[in-house]
């Protein structure tokens, strides 16, 4: 009598939940099968839940496998617990823990088990991401590229970016871009005695390195590129201005005093004075720019 007053009132609130809702509703029951309430639909679905997981969720963390999986972060998916191998991705059994359907979220918590190659899929962190890449800390030196088989280990979004950049021919890869804090940095990488250097081209194998990382710290070299993109963008607002149209002498931009070619400094001379005090020792002053019409 008491099993099926409790029976009769799950129903009923799954009926309810019909009715005033559209959310998933779970009942537990002995042979551990759900009730599962979807949006836009007139009755209940009976789901099989998942007893046996720790292999693919264990400590708030999701465990990583397979391409399948990867190209799933941060969609929502449902976790299945059959998601470890290409052929059962999304065939298992749904995992709930504490009422919660695990799934592919983009604030979830993953941990790569193994080297996941990419197969020529070009795959990224999806926007949006605020979720985390954890792995076991290792002693061994990480591996950067690999020339018998052609292979570049990838273990930061940073390297990514540069895979899908329109430029990607001609990025050159670092020694040092396995370390994110040091993504730029390094000397070039020559394979097999080569007079070309690695650059981050379509034609190489990519595998996804078990110890990735979703961290995007602001590395010196990326500082540095973003000095220059924005001195480069002040330089065209000078020239764009209404002083823009001054002549230039033959400077690439307004108040040069000098030019670098090939490591070598060369002083921009432009007028009778400068001629004059080539050897005097004087100090090469840059050229003052005064705005007009100001107003506070």
């Known amino acids: 009598m008491k099993k099926r007053k409790v029976k009769d009132l799950l129903l009923l609130l799954l009926c309810l939940a019909i009715t005033f809702s559209s959310v998933t509703v779970y009942g537990f029951s002995e042979t551990n099968i759900y009730a599962e309430v979807n949006e836009g639909e007139d009755h209940i679905v009976p789901v099989e839940l998942s007893k046996d997981y720790s292999h693919l969720y264990k400590d708030e963390a999701i465990h990583i496998y397979n391409l399948e999986q990867l190209k799933a972060v941060g969609t929502n998916q449902k976790v299945k617990d059959l998601d470890e191998t290409k052929d059962g991705f999304g065939l298992g059994k749904d995992i709930v823990v504490a009422n919660q ?21 070009k795959w990224n962190l999806p ?20 020339e018998d088989t052609d292979t570049i280990y990838l273990y930061n979004s940073y390297q990514l970016d540069l895979i899908e950049s329109d430029k990607a021919s001609l990025e050159p890869i670092l020694s040092f871009d396995y370390d994110v804090t040091q993504f730029g940095k390094g000397q070039l990488i020559y394979p097999n005695d080569s007079q070309e250097y690695l650059t981050y081209s379509n034609e190489h194998n990519y595998v996804l390195s078990k110890n ?18 924005e001195k480069k963008q002040e330089i065209e607002t000078l020239q764009n201005s209404k002083w823009g ?25 432009g007028n009778k004075q400068q001629l004059a005090a080539i050897g005097s020792n004087k100090q090469v002053t840059p050229t003052l720019v005064l705005a007009k019409n100001l107003v506070f």
Do not use: C, M, W
């Open 101 to 121: 359907t695990i799934t592919y979220a983009l604030d979830a918590t993953y941990i790569l088990e193994n080297d996941i190659a990419l197969n020529g899929e």
């Open 127 to 146: 926007e949006g991401f605020n979720g985390s890449f954890i792995h076991k800390q290792e002693s061994e030196s990480p591996q950067l590229y690999d």
């Open 212 to 229: 990735f990382t979703a961290l995007r710290p602001a590395t010196e070299a990326i500082k540095v590129q973003k000095e220059q993109e």
């Open 245 to 269: 149209n001054a002549e230039l002498s033959g400077r690439d931009y307004i108040g040069q005093v000098y030019k670098e070619l090939n490591g070598v400094k060369y002083i921009l001379v």
